[in-house]
């Protein structure tokens, strides 16, 4: 599989939002816009992104649309179709979201007894009144320029009524969202929905409406069971081509731990052949019951493939709705933390000490994760609450099927408690470990509605995120950031890498205007953690010099008094409205990580790109 991942590295999976611009990459979110903005490609992710080559009409229809996997093939969200001034990225696999549209103004079986829907009457029945569309009006922040935000650009999707005045529809179709409206079927007014949760790593998300006037006569749908092989699949929603509702129809191909495009995640996922366009995403997938087996929300295409759509099946919705109740918010789905080889090899599991056929090896373990209090390098891990893993990294699923290990890990919620069987030299175990959703050292997405900054004498510093690389470029962050974003790790809670993203040019800072996309290690001789604790740092520092210490002994001094000066000159000259953002005028609270271990760059040895594959090795 691994091979068959390599071959398609080139293609993209974008969502199925509807934008006004074209990416490179296949797997395209649903969402569609009017017009269709061309983004170029990024380096492949060992986490799943989007890809952002060339997005075409199909996968959005964006009026301006900006652009953003992991197993291996390219993927790419439906908003990363918006004209944002995203440049794209070449992702590992070839999927598209296709959910929105994009508009810019700048052993489960089915009860065969059940009544089955006959084709030619689906039109006519009750149920597709449920299906609503979606009309976003986006605003991003300006990842090179964080005092500020990108210019706004619409979008539509489909979302679908799910009872006690909520409805679902994907993550990606109301992401960066100012103002987010819905419209039933036959209806003309549109009505304003809230945001309630929205799960990035699984692309849902959860609206309200408050109007009475909009449930009137509404009947929310039925979620149904997961489907089997050869299934009849119906895909229903406001994909680009007209305003009315859409019905397409085709069957279930495949169901596996798929790469989700949006969330840079794997779970479980539903391969389908119906067509599934952009402003499809968020949309409901039925079965021949009429009930709900799923959310469109991404597409693969690639030359020497077609007609593969993605749906997220009703057992991914349900932990996430469970999530929300339990939490009164999303918290994500859990992760262990390890990285894992197949032992397929007799000589190697000889070696291991591994008496059955049977196993995965622990290559690496996340040094922030709870399992790096019990997982060692070298451990096999044989079983996972009692279930028997593979040497192929597989468990049993359903009846006659196998599936990644990976499955059973997205099953459990955010501070369960997982038993895991090892063999450690030659000696079986049994050890816990406290599963929670894995923080990346690059986050793919920023929480909350601006990025962090500060600026000193015109140097400007801000934390490095998968957003600001699709802004910056590729060329333009270098191949050491790019390495490090691909594949370090954090060494503790809170870790970031501080890059000084660009020099404001002033007389406080000459000779520096050249300076950009450095990672700044050291303030006057102290290990930086992370944004806050630089901005701690500086104001806190006495001495008369402020001096920054850059990747490849770059070395930035200012003096004090002056660049305090010159400050106030700087922000009015660049229109600048505050010297920092407003988290960083919170206390700094010290979340760990002593300068000891930081020295030890335990987190900067890169990942090799053998440590990607999706057979081989994996994240888990």
């Known amino acids: 599989m691994a091979a068959a991942v390599t071959s398609c590295c080139f293609s993209v999976l974008t969502s199925t939002v509807k934008f006004r611009s074209s990416l490179t990459s296949q797997r395209r979110f649903a969402t569609s816009q009017d017009s269709i903005a061309s983004i170029s490609p990024k380096a492949s992710d060992h986490r799943l992104k989007a890809t952002n080559p060339k997005r075409s009409p199909s996968s959005c229809s964006p009026k301006n649309i900006p652009g953003r996997s992991n197993d291996g093939r390219n993927y790419s969200s439906a908003d990363e179709n918006s004209g944002r001034g995203d440049r794209g990225r070449v992702q590992s696999t070839s999927f ?66 799910i009872g006690d005045g909520k409805l679902l529809t994907n993550a990606h179709c109301v992401e960066h969202d100012t103002q987010v409206k819905v419209k039933r079927r036959g209806d003309d007014t549109k009505y304003v929905a809230k945001v309630l949760a929205r799960g990035v790593d699984c692309d849902i998300a959860l609206l309200s409406v408050e109007s009475k006037e909009f449930w009137e006569g509404a009947e929310s749908l039925d979620f149904g069971r997961l489907p089997c092989l050869q299934d009849a699949v119906t895909v229903v929603g406001y994909p680009l081509g007209g305003d009315t509702i859409s019905v397409t129809k085709g069957v279930v191909s495949r169901i596996e731990v798929t790469s989700y495009a949006h969330g840079s995640s794997d779970l479980l996922g539903i391969q389908i052949d119906a067509a599934i366009n952009p402003g499809n995403s968020g949309g409901p997938a039925f079965n021949d019951q009429g009930e709900c087996i799923g959310v469109a929300f991404q597409v693969y ?173 590729e060329d333009s962050i270098g191949l050491k950031l790019l390495v490090k974003a691909r594949y370090s790790l954090a060494r503790f809670k809170g870790e970031q890498i501080v890059i000084l993203s660009q020099v404001l040019a002033n007389e406080a800072n000459i000779g520096y205007e050249d300076m950009s996309n450095l990672q700044v290690l050291k303030f006057n001789g102290t290990r930086i953690k992370n944004i806050h604790h630089l901005a701690h740092l500086i104001d806190s520092c006495e001495d008369q010099y402020l001096v920054f210490e850059f990747e490849d002994n770059y070395i930035a001094v200012l003096e004090r008094e002056a660049a305090t000066a010159a400050s106030s000159c700087i922000l009015k000259d660049y229109g600048i409205p505050s010297e920092r953002s407003s988290d960083l005028l919170e206390p700094y609270l010290d979340l760990g990580g002593d300068n000891q271990a930081i020295d030890q760059d335990l987190g900067e040895s890169p990942v090799s790109n053998l440590e990607i594959g999706i057979d081989g090795l994996l994240w888990t």
Not at 314 to 333: I, P
């Open 96 to 161: 598209k979201s296709f959910g929105m549209q994009r508009k810019d103004n700048k052993d489960l079986l089915f009860d065969m007894k059940e009544q089955l829907v006959e084709p030619e009457n689906f039109q006519d029945t009750a149920f597709l009144n449920a299906v609503v569309k979606v009309y976003c009006t986006h605003t991003a922040p300006d990842y090179s320029l964080p005092w500020q935000k990108q210019r706004q650009y619409t979008s539509t999707g489909s979302a679908f009524m």
């Open 301 to 473: 295409r690639s030359e020497e493939a077609e007609n593969i759509g993605y749906v997220i099946p009703t057992t991914v919705v349900s932990h996430f709705l469970e999530d929300y109740e339990r939490n009164g918010k999303y918290t994500g789905f859990p992760s262990l933390g390890v990285l894992l080889q197949k032992l397929e090899n007799p000589a190697l599991r000889a070696c291991l000490k591994v008496q059955s056929n049977e196993g995965v090896l622990v290559r690496r373990v996340e040094p922030t994760t709870d399992a790096n209090k019990v997982l060692k390098e070298g451990d096999v891990i044989v079983s996972f609450d009692d279930v028997r893993v593979g040497c192929e990294g597989t468990v049993p699923f359903r009846s006659n099927e196998r599936i990644a290990f990976r499955y059973l890990i997205s099953q459990k919620f955010a501070g369960d408690v997982a038993e895991l069987g090892i063999i450690r030299a030659g000696k079986p175990m049994k050890v816990q470990a406290v599963l929670n959703p894995r923080v990346h050292l690059v986050p793919y997405h920023i929480d909350g509605d601006q990025p962090s900054y500060i600026i000193i004498a015109g140097l400007v510093f801000t934390p490095l995120s998968e957003p600001l690389i699709d802004e910056e470029c």
